[in-house]
């Protein structure tokens, strides 16, 4: 009878009302009462851009219009480029924290929901996308209980039916680029990462998918090593950016709205995606 389901469902929320006074659960971004079955409150989620940015990955600078067929960062063309969701700044960094640090993976999906969405995901070059996390050493997952970058590419994996390769493995256990400083995390990453699955990796159109850009350094370390599986192309994806800045000339930088770089290099994919499918 329909009055039983809704007393099943009145009891269910009550339960999940007392077991969530019982244990204080309160949003990360501003600490006050998220709604049932939520994690981030409706007022720190209305306040996270979710329109993306995108970047260059060498310096984190964005890309002012250029003419000509090989648009791209200016000093470092379109080799190593960055997709991005909003800047890493409150509530969004107290969020992450919780997701990274405070064992909150139950914020997942909520981060990977600002993952932009990579581009030509409606042609035919997208059967040839596979989605690469940016590993954590085996010693820091066990610790930490998880691996963050896993965890979004998994839920990325689910809404765009692409599929997700494990196929970098960090064979060093570096210091904690949250402890360097910007000049030195490049340094620290050097070599950390050695492919392992070379042979599912060669001539594939690679999303290389970490939580937070803050100078580039993880992603251009985990990306060189994907150079050595001889991949079609390298996107890197991250569901934020920002923090320490990095690159010679901050005062030039500029922000691009997602869907503005995606045409521009647009063309250049389809020549790539044309000869992988070739």
Request: net charge neutral.
């Amino acid at each position: 009878m329909a009055w039983m389901g809704l007393a099943r469902r009145a009891l269910g929320n009550f339960a999940r009302d007392g077991w969530d006074m019982l244990l204080d659960r309160r949003c990360p971004g501003c600490g006050g009462a998220p709604p049932r079955d939520r994690d981030v409150c409706d007022a720190c989620d209305a306040l996270i851009d979710r329109s993306g940015v995108a970047l260059c990955l060498r310096c984190l600078h964005g890309d002012p219009p250029i003419p000509g067929p090989n648009r791209g960062c200016p000093r470092h063309g379109n080799a190593r480029l960055l997709l991005s969701g909003p800047s890493f700044e409150a509530p969004l960094d107290r969020i992450v924290h919780a997701f990274k640090y405070e064992g909150a993976s139950s914020l997942a999906p909520w981060v990977a929901s600002l993952l932009p969405e990579p581009p030509l995901l409606c042609e035919s070059i997208a059967r040839e996308y596979v989605l690469v996390p940016v590993p954590l050493h085996p010693a820091r997952r066990a610790h930490r209980g998880f691996d963050q970058a896993a965890l979004l590419a998994r839920e990325a994996s689910e809404r765009w039916g692409i599929p997700l390769v494990n196929g970098l493995a960090r064979v060093r256990d570096n210091k904690a680029q949250a402890r360097c400083d910007p000049a030195a995390r490049r340094g620290n990453v050097a070599g950390a990462f050695a492919v392992t699955t070379p042979r599912i990796l060669r001539g594939r159109p690679v999303l290389l998918v970490d939580d937070v850009a803050t100078t580039g350094s993880t992603l251009l370390a985990a990306a060189d090593a994907l150079d050595q599986a001889e991949t079609a192309w390298i996107l890197a994806l991250s569901a934020a950016h920002g923090g320490a800045s990095f690159g010679p000339e901050p005062e030039n930088q500029a922000e691009v709205a997602m869907g503005q770089e995606v045409v521009v290099h647009s063309q250049a994919w389809r020549r790539m995606g044309a000869d992988v499918e070739s």
